[in-house]
């Protein structure tokens, strides 16, 4: 007799973006003269940019032509993407990585929950609170976590609360953790993390023997030049750290690209699964 996967049952009222929806939904029924912002699930609200469009057309008409048709891409995406991202998004920034370090896929979500596939089940985890869901979420189902308790937190994981009261920053834990999720520039808050912060981060790491995973997808939206945009700007994190990043919010809206860099230095590197071929093409057009 087939099973199914218990831990699905543990999630408290189903994935969090629908549950709005559906609230959302319900009050528009109801008050169908209310105007509503919508501050739920980070939908599109402006057409491509020119460059993206453009390098979209072209990436097609390449795909009609036999000599500049493509195939399956490589599983890590193709050398000359990651050769560029490479060089213009961490070594102009004084990081140490390699186009062998980086890795493209389809969507920070994907990432996000397959990365736990190649990290053991007994590991201990912090999230901050609030947190980007899919940390949570993908942890649960995972069976990484107990039950989630009244106050909506689950047994077996560790909350940082980020708030006014510690200026909006993770508060380094005083108990050893395995696998730490940071998300700077922070969704949900906005919060930016320093330097110095980062480097308290990075060297709890590496004298407890933990893996930062650090989500950058809103890195593009730093404007002060102290701000870092990796976080392998910070000596050491090379490692301890693996990056998550995402171009959909650089001009490519609706159109999910991402890439992590897992640096050669960690034990058990990264590994990428998807490759998005014609949109390739797009971003390195539009970014570069």
């Known amino acids: 007799m087939a099973t199914i996967n218990d831990n699905y049952l543990k999630l408290k009222a189903g994935y969090l973006f629908p549950e709005i929806a559906r609230r959302v939904n319900a009050f528009a029924e109801a008050n169908p003269k209310a105007p509503i912002i919508k501050l739920g699930i980070g939908d599109v609200t402006e057409p491509l940019p020119e460059a993206c469009r453009s ?22 995406g193709y050398a000359w993407l990651r050769e560029k991202i490479a060089a213009h998004d961490f070594q102009a920034r004084g990081c140490e990585i390699d186009s062998g370090e980086i890795f493209i896929s389809d969507g920070s979500k994907c990432d996000c929950g397959n990365i736990l596939d190649i990290f053991g089940d007994d590991n201990t985890i912090a999230v901050t609170d609030p947190v980007y869901p899919v940390y949570v979420d993908t942890n649960v189902m995972a069976g990484h976590t107990g039950s989630c308790g009244e106050n909506g937190e689950y047994a077996g994981l560790t909350y940082l609360p980020i708030n006014a009261s510690n200026d909006f920053t993770a508060q380094i834990p005083s108990q050893k953790v395995d696998l730490i999720y ?10 930016v993390a320093s330097k110095r912060h980062l480097q308290d981060w990075v060297s ?25 945009h990796s976080i392998y700007e910070i000596g050491g994190a ?3 750290a693996i990056e998550f990043r995402s ?6 809206y609706g ?6 860099g897992g640096s050669q230095n960690l034990d058990g590197q990264g590994q990428g699964w998807f490759t998005g071929r014609t949109l390739e093409t797009l971003e390195s057009a539009a970014i570069y």
Not at 182 to 191: I, R
Request: glycine letters at 8%; a negative charge; one cysteine or more.
């Open 182 to 191: 940071l998300c700077f520039p922070n969704n949900p808050t906005g919060a």
């Open 204 to 228: 709890y790491a590496k004298a407890h023997g933990s893996i930062i995973l650090f989500d950058a997808a809103y890195e593009a939206f730093i404007t002060d030049p102290a701000i870092p």
């Open 255 to 260: 159109h999910p690209l991402r890439l992590h």
């Open 247 to 252: 171009f959909r919010k650089c001009g490519v």
């Open 238 to 240: 090379r490692d301890c």
């Open 55 to 76: 390098a979209m057309i072209q990436a097609v008409e390449d795909m009609g032509d036999r000599n500049s048709f493509k195939g399956y891409g490589p599983e890590q």
